[in-house]
């Protein structure tokens, strides 16, 4: 059985294989005197991106030939990341690949403790 502590050293060698830096625009909405109030700030994770195996293949017809392509790509960070308070809001950053949103995050548990985050993303326009 694999402990917490190997599982996050194993998550942030995975990463280091292929690191990118992006950083995301973080809102959060605090009640002051009676109202809402939206503080803005951003926050730098270092993270991967990888390009999912997906089932769903689009296939390109053009004049040169045919070409499958996939465009659904996923991140994977530490656990140092806490994206988990961010799962309400919507997430886009830029990074190589393009301006990513963020679909999905699942936390990587291991014994009830968090070890690192995995995410669904999709490139938008």
């Known amino acids: 059985m694999v402990t917490a502590d190997e599982r996050k050293q194993d998550i942030i060698n995975t990463i280091e294989e292929n690191p990118t830096e992006i950083t995301i625009g973080v809102s959060t909405r ?3 005197d009676g109202a ?21 293949v689009s296939v390109i017809s053009d ?4 070409a499958d392509t996939s465009k659904k790509y996923g991140m994977l960070a530490d656990h140092t990341a806490d994206l988990t308070d961010l799962s309400e809001e919507r997430i886009e950053f ?15 548990v291991v014994k009830g403790e968090v070890c690192g985050y995995q995410c669904e993303l999709k490139r938008v326009s």
């Open 36 to 56: 809402w109030s939206i503080d803005d700030s951003s926050r730098t994770l270092t993270v991967r991106i990888f390009q999912q195996k997906n089932p769903e």
């Open 94 to 108: 830029g990074s190589p690949y393009g301006k990513m949103e963020v679909l999905a995050i699942y936390p990587q």
């Open 63 to 66: 004049t040169k030939g045919t």
């Open 30 to 32: 605090k009640i002051v």
